[in-house]
């Protein structure tokens, strides 16, 4: 029996990839700063967006949506600092994808929100194939979980904008080497910008406030620029 | 794992794609697929293969071509392979690579179909 070659060349993660796009555009037409967290399980994600969402909620008109396979309750702790958070449940799945965005979305007014942050699920092999149609992303390590992270997992690193080096307070008593985190960092992702920050202390949270406050005025450049 | 949300995403969209060629009969896809894509080639293919059943594609093979992770240097002016995935450098320079050139494919290239 003989057979023929169909040409089809099509990205399989297409559908996922138009959403984010049509996301994207939505969200630089409201304004809204958008920015997604990436982190393995337990490096402080949540943690982290609770501070921030909590200092920033003084300023700006915050939300989150968080996700996660099971349970409400990184969007119970969210909501301390603002009400505007939703809980994704995946059931199994081991990363957010640009629909579930969008129906995670429904009816909020993006127009009365400056700073949107979408709180991926605990992953770092999975999450990098899908584009949310966030404008940033950032990847959380933690100093507990050692230096060598971005090199295991390069992928997720390369595909984000800047690191977050958490848990400083305990770089100590983990003997985290900074310098050699630094270096890995830039060996995955060459010119990658990198915070280190406390979230119990509040060491660093300022140089992050200050990063997103210049972020979204460039955000509302572009919001006007696409505007004209 | 979320190589079987891939191959499902994959599935969906060549049977769509055969029905929108009036009903292909396909025995293989040909899927270009990044090293730097962050899917793994193995569970991908046992995916596929569970994925399919109870499709119009049962019983078809995934054949795929790993597109190598190319940078390019700013340096050489030239397209480059870095020494490893966690070292994104030129191997001749060794300038940082800020431009990836290939190897975040997933793509479906072709199909084979019975004539």
Sequence with gaps: ?????????????????????????????????????????GSGKTAFLEKLLGRLARDYRVAALVGDL??????????????????????????????????ALESWRLEAIDFLFIENVGNLVCPSSYDLGEELRFVLLSATE??????????????????????????????????AARRNIESV????????VSSKTGLGMEEVLGFLHAQLARSRETQVEAAL | MHELSIAISMIDQIVEESESRGGLDVEAVHLKLGAFSGVDKAALLFSYELACEGTRLQGSRLLI??????????TCQKSRT????????????????QTIVSGREIEVASLEVAA
């Design chain 2, 65 to 74: 071509e790993t597109i190598p992770l190319v940078i390019y240097c700013d």
């Design chain 1, 1 to 41: 029996m003989s057979t023929r070659i169909v040409e089809v060349r099509a990205k399989v993660l297409k559908q996922n990839d138009l959403l984010a796009r049509a996301l994207r555009e939505r969200f630089q037409r409201s304004g809204t700063c958008v920015v997604g967290l990436v982190s393995s399980p």
């Design chain 2, 82 to 97: 870095p020494p490893s995935m966690y070292q994104l450098c030129c191997p001749v320079c060794q300038t940082p690579g």
């Design chain 1, 70 to 103: 099971a349970t409400e309750n990184d969007a119970a702790r969210l909501q301390r600092a603002t009400p505007n958070v939703r809980q994704i449940t995946t059931g199994t799945i081991c990363h957010l994808d640009a629909q579930m965005v969008e129906t």
């Design chain 1, 189 to 196: 992702r060459p010119g990658m910008k990198v915070f280190e």
């Design chain 1, 146 to 179: 050692g230096e060598d992270k971005p090199l295991k997992y390069p992928t997720i690193f390369n595909s984000s904008d800047v690191a977050i080096i958490t848990k400083m307070d305990l770089a100590d008593a983990a003997d985290f080497d900074l310098v």
